[in-house]
């Protein structure tokens, strides 16, 4: 059980976000704080996906970065990765929480913002996946199914044409 705590805590970080633009980040057990200033910039340079009411990872009503905004804090940082989950924001835990009550605690956060974070899980993400063993997206398989159900409209478009044409020879 020690290794698998372990594993976890190794897994934890501090991220620091202040409107200024001041991304830090602590790793347990923590080091000296970072700091990386990035003024002018507007918002924290991420949105989040998750909650009770619109689960992103299978059986887990967790809040994880959905997308690191090019050129904002967070991706000038580097630091903070799509995937990753957010435990807590100024010290209130993100667990259990609808999606709209979660981004109220990050618009309300203030100036200085305190997110716990772990790593990227490796858990099931809840997005669609395809069941094909060879790894084709499910992309293609909805080009099959338009290209048969075109298929099948030019069948019965002629069908239909020619009906009369057919029914004088047979």
Request: some cysteine; glycine content about 8%; proline content about 7%.
């Amino acid at each position: 059980m020690l290794g698998y705590q372990s594993a976890i805590s190794q897994q934890m970080s501090m991220l620091s976000i202040s409107p200024q633009r001041s991304l830090s980040l602590s790793l347990f057990p923590p080091p000296l704080p970072s700091h990386c200033p990035y003024p002018s910039l507007p918002g924290l340079g991420f949105n989040i996906v998750g909650g009770l009411d619109q689960q992103y990872v299978l059986n887990d009503s967790g809040i994880y970065v959905a997308k690191i905004k090019e050129n904002g804090a967070a991706a000038l940082d580097g630091r903070l990765q799509e995937g990753d989950k957010i435990l807590t924001i100024n010290g209130h835990r993100l667990e259990d929480l609808s999606h709209s009550a979660a981004v109220e605690l990050f618009t309300s956060a203030g100036e200085d913002v305190q997110l716990r974070v772990q790593q990227r899980p490796t858990m099931a993400m809840n997005v669609p996946t395809s069941s094909r063993p060879d790894g084709d997206s499910s992309v293609s398989s909805l080009g099959i199914l338009v290209a048969v159900l075109g298929a099948a409209a030019a069948v019965t478009f002629l069908y239909m044409r020619f009906q009369p044409q057919l029914r004088r020879h047979f």
